[in-house]
């Protein structure tokens, strides 16, 4: 969602905001925008649209000793011009870029109403720098309005502040959005995550909740709303670098991590199993022993690989809930005496997640974090994390890390029931992964068959019912065509109806215990006209199977399984000419509820 970046005194201050916009795209946006403040003049340029778009209304050369940047996701108001950031206060004292939710603006609008302010755009935004100025024009710093301010909103936020009169330094504020702070030789950045700043800072700071303050090239001043918690900070380096996130000759970044994928599955095998031992912490492994319950929480492609996780668990004796995060926040229902919270995310940012953990908290049962995202806001809160280790994933429809989640899981439980010869197991999974992108053609030809479909199904039993879900999610995320996934059982009590003469059906079958069942299913839809492909594997193949995965154990099954399934979506969207890594409407980490 809304990227921020922000930076002093450099001298390429134009490329690095738009650059660094650029490397934010992947967030999701739809307006973009910067301010320029040179000697005590603020210029503003925003504008719905593309960072193209915005490079076009920026002159080449800018004259300035800081700016700030933004790319804007709609939450209050139309992607328009007035709505895009940076938002100026009425007497044109601050400009800020927000990203987040304040809850309460429709109070504090009216407060300031009431005090003569006025507003322009539809934005919560806008009552941020408003307040500010209400605060600073009463007398105080602004560092101390800022202050005042943030006191007073509730929701979320990352802010980056100009003040008029302080042309060499950059405000900051910070609740459940992220936000880095970047040192480099000369100067330091501020931005929404490491990307924009890899080719300028060495090292970085995270900020943290409740954290505001200002950066100057040579300083950096950390404040913290509840001063008890005030401490030194400390800069660390990141493992990124500028080669970890450049295309390396593929057309588009979701291509390229999805053949990452069986270096992912090493890598999981190299971080966590060594020397025929698991390297999981033994507290975390005797909690997850010990707890009565195990309760996933997750959205999105996390959720489907939680809910493989979910059946992984239940396999070894444990019982387990999968909960969508975002209903689990309104209706946290738990329950054992002895839960223990396993929080799935890729980014480690999701606003959901973050309501849940703010809950898990309260209740004071463990929390165990599985993230791609060290150092992130759910990394922090929780009391074990298990890192992904997938890489940066950039691409907005999660692949590689769907394969870490899923094989992490696989991991742990091995470790739970001491089963060291999983990494056999993996072994035959990255040979056929590497198996299934060598034959990627073949999947290119179904994804052409199928992308003039208004609708796709797809159909699965246990596992593949949950490989079926992740599936039809990435088909209509980037090809905008309308599917669904069913249990093969389920048909016949409803959604058979939607059955018609050449419907594409996809059906996932790497179980024998359900195998027959399913064809018998996809004889009945096959009977309605449906164009079925069934993706079987080596050892329950029949002759007109449209595609065969090689064997892996069944419980692996989702790691091949899915790689087709990313494909089928990608070759569609390609051939649909679709924005394929920025799908419409998306954001790569949802930082709003
Ligand atoms: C996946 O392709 C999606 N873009 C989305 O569903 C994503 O998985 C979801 O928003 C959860 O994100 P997280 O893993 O970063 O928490």
């Known amino acids: 969602m809304c990227g921020i970046v ?20 992947y967030r999701g946006y739809d307006s973009a925008g910067t301010s320029f403040i040179d000697q005590g003049k603020v210029t503003t340029y925003r504008l719905p649209g ?16 800081a700016g700030i940047g933004h790319t804007r996701w709609a939450t209050h108001g139309e992607p328009n011009f007035t709505n895009a950031h940076p938002h100026t206060s009425n007497r044109g004292l601050f400009t800020l870029v927000h990203n987040g939710v304040i809850d309460n603006f429709r109070i504090l609008k009216r407060k300031l109403e009431t005090q003569g ?5 539809d934005t919560d935004t806008e009552v941020i720098v408003n307040l500010i100025e209400f605060h600073y024009l009463k007398g105080l710093t602004p560092l101390k309005a800022i202050q005042k301010t943030i006191e007073e909103l509730d929701g979320s936020y990352a802010l980056a502040i100009l003040f008029k009169e302080e042309n060499e330094r950059i405000y900051f504020a910070k609740l459940h959005s992220p936000l880095v702070i970047g040192k480099g030789e000369t100067t330091h950045y501020l931005a929404s995550d490491y990307l924009p700043m890899l080719a300028y800072a060495k090292t970085f700071y995270i900020v943290t909740d409740y954290q505001y303050g200002y950066i100057e090239q040579q300083d950096v001043v950390v404040k913290h709303l509840d ?31 999805i053949e990452e994928s069986p270096e992912v599955v090493k890598r999981i095998a190299d971080n966590y199993f060594d020397d025929n031992h698991f390297l999981f912490d033994d507290v975390l492994l005797q909690k997850m022993k010990e707890a009565d319950q195990l309760i996933f929480l997750a959205c999105g492609t996390s959720y489907h690989a939680a809910m493989v ?13 999968v909960y969508i995060a975002s209903e689990f926040a309104y209706y946290p229902e738990v329950k054992g005496e002895n839960p223990l919270f396993i929080v799935i995310s ?13 809950l898990i908290k309260q209740r004071g049962n463990p929390l165990l974090t599985i993230t ?9 809160a929780s009391d074990f994390t298990l890192l992904l280790y997938a890489g940066m994933e950039i691409a907005v429809a999660s692949t590689k890390a769907y394969i870490a989640q899923v094989g992490l899981l696989a991991l742990l439980r091995a470790a739970l029931m001491g089963n060291n010869d999983i990494l056999t197991d993996f072994i035959q999974v990255i040979a056929g992964m590497k198996n299934i992108i060598d034959s990627r053609d073949d999947i290119e030809t179904i994804a052409q068959q199928i992308m003039s479909a208004p609708s796709a199904f797809f159909l699965g039993r246990g596992l593949d019912y949950d490989v079926a879900v992740e599936a039809s999610l990435k088909l209509k995320e980037i090809t905008y065509i309308h599917s669904e996934a069913f249990p093969g059982g389920e048909l016949k009590h409803g959604p058979i109806a939607l059955i018609s003469k050449n419907v594409p059906v996809i059906a996932f079958i790497s179980d024998p215990i359900t195998a027959a069942a399913l064809r018998s299913n996809l004889e009945e839809v096959k009977a309605r ?6 993706i079987s594997n080596l050892a329950l193949a029949k002759e007109d199977d449209a595609f065969i995965t090689p064997n892996v154990k069944v419980y692996l099954s989702p790691l091949l399984k899915v790689i087709v399934a990313q494909y089928i979506s990608y070759f569609a969207a390609l051939h649909l000419n679709r924005d394929i890594d920025k799908p419409r409407n998306l954001a790569k980490s949802v930082t709003v509820e």
Request: aromatic share 8%; with cysteine.
């Open 529 to 534: 006209g449906a164009l079925v492909y069934t």
């Open 227 to 257: 001063p008890q918690e005030e401490k030194p900070i400390t800069f660390h380096e990141t493992e990124l670098t500028v080669d970890d996130i450049g295309l390396n000759g593929y057309p588009h970044y979701m291509l390229k991590e």
């Open 372 to 380: 791609n995202t060290k150092g992130s806001s759910l990394d922090r």
């Open 6 to 25: 922000g930076t002093i005194g450099e001298k390429a201050l134009r490329t690095y905001l738009i650059e660094g916009l650029r490397s934010l795209e």
């Open 50 to 65: 593309r960072i193209a778009d915005l490079e076009g209304l920026v002159p080449k050369e800018v004259t300035a000793s």
């Open 309 to 321: 996780g979910r059946r992984y668990f239940e396999e070894i004796g444990k019982t387990c809930r």
């Open 117 to 121: 302010f006025t507003f322009a755009s």
């Open 346 to 358: 890729q980014s480690g940012e999701t606003a959901d997640l973050i309501r849940c953990v703010q």
